[in-house]
């Protein structure tokens, strides 16, 4: 979504503005590791580790998010402009989400609390999904007036995946004045949420350090750490799985405006079945953590996600409206599931890892990076997976009509490939080895350690 953003409404041609998001996702991807690197080798200061780099970079993510925005009055260097400047707002924007999303670790050492603030932090990130949406959708909706395609009466602007969709509008020639202005105050008024929303974290967040290893440790060496994380089983089988699960969910979610337009007759109700999902979503996510406390994350992980399976497949053979949102409501249940789990996992790898490494600080940021990098990974995967096969079935980007082949490869880019995929990322959970009884057994000898050296220092 946030490569969607920085080039929609550009004077750059369709191969252009597939090279900014391409080099700019690619970029973003090697920036991670990078990232946790330095967060790694950071100081503890008296507001914390992760704190200065959240609060230092925001200002100027907000600036680069509105100069990606902005046309500049040259065409040669235009894509090196918007190049540069997205680059530079992936660099940026992995300098804020790699420390914020390590902020659980640092919350507290309970897990319960962990689990609770992770909810919170997902069902809040869904609600700002919509309301980031409606609200630059209100603020562009003036400037656009969208070809419509008769045989199926919708905007041939809407028609493509994520990439496809933002580039009908620039191979129209410049973009007049009122144009720019209403995208310049919309990406001011997202720029002024996110400055807001940060003030917020600063202020009514506190992070926290372990007790016995703010004391008594020293951080690990990146490049030691990052050879003990690729060693340490529990995170290679939960990164595995969810890099499957992920690439399963992103294909759909890339290629669904494609499905409904020219796969089955729906297109007038994608925009409905979205906010369906995701309001969904939003709900369901407080259910799935009283769900994961009543039976267990990993009973929770293999039911919410494998709930999305018979449900796309429906959709595929029977596409009808009422069908539509009836599976829109139970998707929502399986995007919530894979929102809030890996992310309510990871925390309990990191605390088996410091179990048997209780002489490292420091790691936080090394899982967290690269756990990022995955994410990041699978929504390449999958863009690159969807756009090849479109390529090979014939689609021709914002026509009204498609080969048959298109609607078969879109069938199966929805229904039977995601399928496999949740699959396989399900055989390879099925591996994982924290469970919950190893969850308390870790608990148990993680409060016996902080005991021990809390009272070790304290009659030092």
Known sequence: ??????????????????????????????????????????KWTRIGRLMPWMVGCTPFVTMTYVFLWYVPPFSAGRFTWYLGFYCLYQTLITCFHVPYSALTMFLST???????????????????????????????????????CPQHNVSTEGL?????????????????????????????????LFLLCTGVLFFGVKEKDDPYALKTDKSIQFFKGFKLVMQHGPYLKLTGAFLFISVAFQLVQSNFVLFCTYAVDLQDHFQNIVLTILIAAAVS?????????????????FCGISWMIPFIVTLVCIPRPIVAYVVAVMSGLSVAASLLLPWSMLPDVLDDFRLQNPGMKGHEAIFYSFYVFFTKFAAGVSLGVSTLCLEFAGYNTGAC???????????????????????TGLLILYLYPITEKVRSTNKRHLDELRYFFTDHTSRG
């Open 1 to 42: 979504m946030e490569g969607s953003k920085c080039v929609f409404s550009l004077q750059i041609n369709a191969f252009q503005a597939s090279l900014v998001l391409f080099i700019g996702k690619a970029w973003g991807a090697v920036t991670d590791p990078v990232v946790g690197f330095f967060i790694n080798i950071s």
């Open 110 to 148: 309970e897990q319960k609390e962990r689990d609770s603030a992770t909810a919170y932090r997902m069902t809040m990130e869904v609600l700002g999904t919509l309301l980031g949406a409606a609200i630059q959708g209100q603020i562009v909706a003036s400037a656009h007036t969208s070809k419509r």
């Open 160 to 192: 493509g995946n994520i990439k496809n969709v933002l580039f009908m509008k620039a191979q129209k020639g410049s973009p007049c004045s009122f144009q720019k202005a209403v995208y310049m105050i919309a990406a001011g008024v997202i720029g002024a």
């Open 285 to 301: 996510i407080p259910l799935w953590q009283w769900f994961l406390q009543r039976f267990g994350k990993k009973t929770a992980a």
């Open 401 to 423: 009509r498609q080969p048959p082949l298109v609607a078969f490869t879109l069938k199966l880019l929805i229904g039977a490939v995601p399928a496999a995929l949740i699959v």
